[in-house]
């Protein structure tokens, strides 16, 4: 029997918040465990810094394949199988990644991990919209985020605590061992949420391809959608050249640079809400261009922090005011490029969460060129990329005439 939203019992509904947000929870643990031990594990593999720093593309690769692949899948093969398989086939990557003899085994896992993270995030946002609608939907999302974020502090945390009893193997056999636990309790616990009578028929890939064309004909969501891809290619700079630059310039251990990614990642979440406050306030539009400006400041203060030398508390606290933004950025662009297409908005999000990770994967030779010894690339490349999107919200975008929101 299906579970619809006429017979969600308050159990069922603690139940699939659980069993929910520990899948979900699985995207972040495929990449933040990692960051603490990416200089180990380019020791592991005798590759230089910049190359490590690729794997992140890889990971970042699979977030795509994952969700262009899933989202329709499930349409027509209903939520249960392809959650499983894709929570199947997370166990098998982390086997992959722990047994691999070289980084392009590595790599293959991480593609891997990634597909099916990103698998599991897109099904289970369809699991909630098949039961809720509305102010339910939003409460149900939130509280599903909330377990979910426990992963944003446990992960690097977790992998900086188990790096000084293990090496970055060992911390990759718990996060299969967790990935398979999940796995068991949904293959008990996680009910099917589409109806028979309601899953589409299999699209073709010239079917699927034209409704992508028709949203990509937007010129003003495509427009929110490029400067989304520079706001992430910021974020994904900061994550794969940070490790480095806390350990090779700064001279932490692996196990000490994991508690100040959890402060970062304290000050995105906190980021988050504060600006969704503020939204409340002042027009989404005029928000994102505040956001923007604050994020070309924050760069230019970690230009400063390397020509001056400055110390760890300059940078770490400069980091911390970045990540806020960053963080706080994804949902107001995310609602600006989704208001536009209501019936569409499965599409609208699915493309403009594709794009967003093909283009931080095509950027990933960029970040190997910035280099770790100091924060004077990073804070270049975020003063070019926040300036191009400032650009882009005055005139692609033309923020000036969008509808208030």
Same mark, same amino acid.
């Given at each position: 029997?299906?579970?619809?939203?006429?017979?969600?019992?308050?159990?069922?509904?603690?139940?699939?918040?659980?069993?929910?947000?520990?899948?979900?929870?699985?995207?972040?643990?495929?990449?933040?465990?990692?960051?603490?031990?990416?200089?180990?594990?380019?020791?592991?593999?005798?590759?230089?810094?910049?190359?490590?720093?690729?794997?992140?593309?890889?990971?970042?690769l699979g977030f795509a394949?994952?969700?262009?692949?899933?989202? @329709?899948?499930?349409?027509?093969l209903g939520r249960r199988?392809?959650?499983?398989?894709? *929570?199947?086939?997370?166990?098998?990557?982390?086997?992959?990644?722990?047994?691999?003899?070289?980084?392009?085994?590595?790599?293959? /896992?991480?593609?891997?991990?990634?597909?099916?993270?990103?698998?599991?995030?897109? =099904?289970?946002?369809?699991?909630?919209?098949?039961?809720?609608?509305?102010?339910?939907?939003?409460?149900?999302?939130?509280?599903?985020?909330?377990?979910?974020?426990?992963?944003?502090?446990?992960?690097?945390? /977790?992998?900086?605590?188990?790096?000084?009893?293990?090496?970055?193997?060992?911390?990759?056999?718990?996060?299969?061992?967790?990935?398979?636990?999940?796995?068991?309790?949904?293959?008990?616990?996680? @009910?099917?949420?589409?109806?028979?009578?309601?899953?589409?028929?299999?699209?073709? =890939? =010239?079917?699927?391809?034209?409704?992508?064309?028709?949203?990509?004909?937007?010129?003003?969501?495509?427009?929110?959608?490029?400067?989304?891809?520079?706001?992430?290619?910021?974020?994904?700079?900061?994550?794969?050249?940070?490790?480095?630059?806390?350990?090779?310039?700064?001279?932490?251990?692996?196990?000490?640079?994991?508690?100040?990614?959890?402060?970062?990642?304290?000050?995105?979440?906190?980021?988050?809400?504060?600006?969704?406050?503020?939204?409340?306030?002042?027009?989404?539009?005029?928000?994102?261009?505040?956001?923007?400006?604050c994020q070309i400041v924050?760069?230019?203060?970690?230009?400063?922090? *390397?020509?001056?030398?400055?110390?760890?508390?300059?940078?770490?606290?400069?980091?911390?005011?970045?990540?806020?933004?960053?963080?706080?950025?994804?949902?107001?662009?995310?609602?600006?490029?989704?208001?536009?297409?209501?019936?569409? *908005?499965?599409?609208?999000?699915?493309?403009?969460?594709?794009?967003?990770?093909?283009?931080?994967?095509?950027?990933?030779?960029?970040? *190997?060129?910035?280099?770790?010894?100091?924060?004077?690339?990073?804070?270049?490349?975020?003063?070019? =990329?926040?300036?191009?999107?400032?650009?882009?919200?005055?005139?692609?975008?033309?923020?000036?005439?969008? @509808?208030?929101?």
């Amino acid at each position: 029997m299906s579970l619809t939203s006429g017979n969600v019992s308050q159990r069922s509904r603690w139940n699939l918040i659980i069993i929910l947000g520990g899948l979900m929870a699985m995207q972040p643990f495929a990449l933040d465990p990692y960051l603490p031990a990416a200089p180990y594990i380019a020791k592991t593999f005798l590759v230089s810094d910049q190359t490590m720093q690729l794997t992140l593309s890889a990971l970042t690769l699979g977030f795509a394949l994952g969700q262009l692949i899933t989202g @329709p899948l499930s349409d027509s093969l209903g939520r249960r199988r392809p959650m499983l398989v894709a *929570a199947v086939l997370y166990v098998i990557a982390a086997v992959i990644v722990v047994t691999a003899p070289n980084i392009t085994v590595f790599f293959v /896992g991480r593609v891997l991990q990634g597909v099916s993270a990103a698998s599991i995030q897109v =099904v289970g946002n369809a699991v909630m919209r098949d039961l809720y609608a509305g102010t339910a939907l939003m409460k149900m999302m939130s509280r599903v985020f909330l377990v979910q974020a426990l992963s944003w502090f446990i992960g690097p945390l /977790g992998g900086t605590l188990l790096l000084g009893i293990m090496d970055w193997r060992g911390v990759t056999v718990i996060i299969g061992a967790y990935g398979l636990t999940i796995l068991l309790l949904a293959s008990r616990f996680l @009910p099917e949420t589409l109806n028979k009578d309601l899953r589409q028929e299999r699209e073709g =890939v =010239v079917a699927l391809g034209r409704r992508f064309a028709s949203v990509m004909k937007d010129r003003i969501y495509m427009g929110v959608v490029a400067v989304g891809i520079l706001n992430s290619i910021g974020l994904f700079g900061y994550l794969s050249i940070m490790p480095f630059i806390y350990q090779n310039h700064f001279g932490l251990a692996g196990s000490q640079y994991g508690y100040f990614f959890v402060l970062n990642s304290a000050s995105g979440y906190i980021g988050v809400q504060v600006i969704a406050k503020v939204s409340q306030r002042i027009q989404l539009k005029w928000v994102v261009v505040g956001i923007f400006a604050c994020q070309i400041v924050f760069g230019v203060g970690l230009v400063a922090a *390397a020509l001056l030398e400055a110390d760890l508390f300059v940078v770490q606290a400069t980091i911390m005011l970045l990540v806020f933004f960053i963080g706080g950025s994804f949902a107001p662009l995310g609602t600006l490029a989704l208001t536009r297409h209501g019936e569409e *908005a499965g599409t609208a999000a699915a493309l403009n969460m594709v794009l967003g990770s093909i283009g931080t994967t095509l950027a990933a030779p960029l970040f *190997a060129q910035l280099g770790s010894s100091n924060t004077l690339g990073l804070g270049l490349m975020e003063i070019a =990329v926040f300036t191009l999107a400032l650009i882009g919200m005055f005139t692609i975008v033309n923020v000036r005439k969008m @509808p208030n929101l």
